[in-house]
T-cell receptor, first 110, second 115 residues
Framework: DMKVTQMPRYLIKRMGENVLLECGQD?????MYWYRQDPGLGLQLIYI???????SEGDIPKGYRVSRKKREHFSLILDSAKTNQTSVYFC?????????FGPGTRLLVL | GDSVTQTEGQVTVSESKSLIINCTYS????????LFWYVRYPGEGLQLLLK?????QKGSSRGFEATYNKETTSFHLQKASVQESDSAVYYC????????????FGKGTSLTVIP
């Protein structure tokens, strides 16, 4: 059963703190993604990773960075979180033409 | 760039009634894009509902269907008789490039089915 996992599911941080969101997949997919979703805006692509250490900026990379040291693991890092980074974050992986999504992480930055 | 536009906001339908969620797309790709409908149930991540990768073809799943119309650049989602369990957020999406796919999503349509 193809599965994408995300940890944590819920997170509360104070402005200026660092945030680490983790994503894992057990399908050996090469391509992985990080999105954020805000009401009325749909999914916005933050970063895309084509494989280990092969990452590209998406549409809204500012304030974020990523790390992919193993194919099955893709991390999203917020250095000094800001209140406008409060959102739901989704990770996805893809094989050819289909994406598989994780359950999301709901981040609140106070 | 590529984009997807779908029925925005919230849609409320009575159980057993029909449903249509509109989706149109725009692409700069030379090749015809792949088209998808994803669904997000409360508390869960997005799940693939159906996909069509060939223009003119119809995809179907769980009673939903959508036809890839390259003339009107549309991919409307339809269901003849909705159920309360269909209440969810639906996203139309476009994938523009085989291999290293770039995906573009509509803003989502929140469907509420009332008994």
């Amino acid at each position: 059963d193809m599965k994408v996992t995300q940890m944590p599911r819920y997170l509360i941080k104070r402005m200026g703190e660092n945030v680490l969101l983790e994503c894992g997949q057990d399908m050996s997919h090469e391509t992985m993604y990080w999105y954020r979703q805000d009401p009325g805006l749909g999914l916005q692509l933050i970063y895309i990773s084509y494989d280990v250490d092969s990452n590209s900026e998406g549409d809204i990379p500012k304030g974020y960075r990523v790390s992919r040291k193993k194919r099955e693991h893709f991390s999203l890092i917020l250095d000094s979180a800001k209140t406008n980074q409060t959102s739901v974050y989704f990770c996805a992986s893809s094989l050819s033409d289909t994406q598989y999504f994780g359950p999301g992480t709901r981040l609140l930055v106070l | 760039g590529d984009s997807v536009t779908q029925t925005e906001g919230q849609v409320t339908v009575s159980e057993s009634k029909s449903l249509i969620i509109n989706c149109t797309y725009s692409t700069t790709s030379i090749a015809y894009p792949n088209l998808f409908w994803y669904v997000r149930y409360p508390g869960e991540g997005l799940q693939l509902l159906l996909k069509v990768i060939t223009a003119g073809q119809k995809g179907s799943s769980r009673g939903f269907e959508a036809t890839y119309n390259k003339e009107t650049t549309s991919f409307h989602l339809q269901k003849a008789s909705v159920q309360e369990s269909d209440s969810a957020v639906y996203y139309c999406a476009l994938g523009d490039r085989p291999g290293y796919q770039n995906f573009y999503f509509g803003k989502g349509t929140s469907l509420t089915v009332i008994p």
